[in-house]
């Protein structure tokens, strides 16, 4: 069986991070990430992560290089981060509580979900 790969994105601007607040499932409601989402079958990456902020911020992007090690979110499912450039749109929650921009000495004290602060030294090292 073919693992389910789960892509994220880490949109930077003027020395910020976009980070988007979860609203489900409830055992994560509230918690902090990037956002993305699930990679479809024949989708590349790129791809996915392109339709998930789409759908989500209402944002363009373009997606660049790999952003630190694969997290495995489960024996089935493997979470990918990227970082990624605001092509046009301006970000806006369709699919999360709130959306918030931060710097690199928030990151460690944000209320992350627990995959994505395997990537925090990335992050920290991005927004540098």
Request: net charge negative; hydrophobic share 50%; with cysteine.
């Amino acid at each position: 069986m073919s693992k389910q790969i789960v892509v994220a994105g880490a949109l930077i601007a003027c020395g910020a991070l976009l980070v988007a607040q979860r609203e489900r499932p409830p055992e994560l409601a509230g918690l902090w990430e990037l956002p993305g989402g699930k990679v479809a079958a024949g989708e590349s990456d790129a791809d996915a992560l392109m339709r998930e902020l789409r759908e989500e911020l209402g944002v363009e992007v373009t997606v660049g290089a790999r952003l630190g090690p694969e997290v495995t979110l489960s024996p089935t499912r493997t979470l990918r981060a990227y970082l990624v450039t605001l092509a046009s749109g301006s970000p806006h929650p369709h699919d999360h509580r709130a959306l918030r921009w931060v710097r690199a000495g928030d990151l460690d004290a944000l209320a992350w979900v627990p995959a994505d602060r395997a990537w925090i030294t990335e992050l920290v090292a991005a927004l540098g």
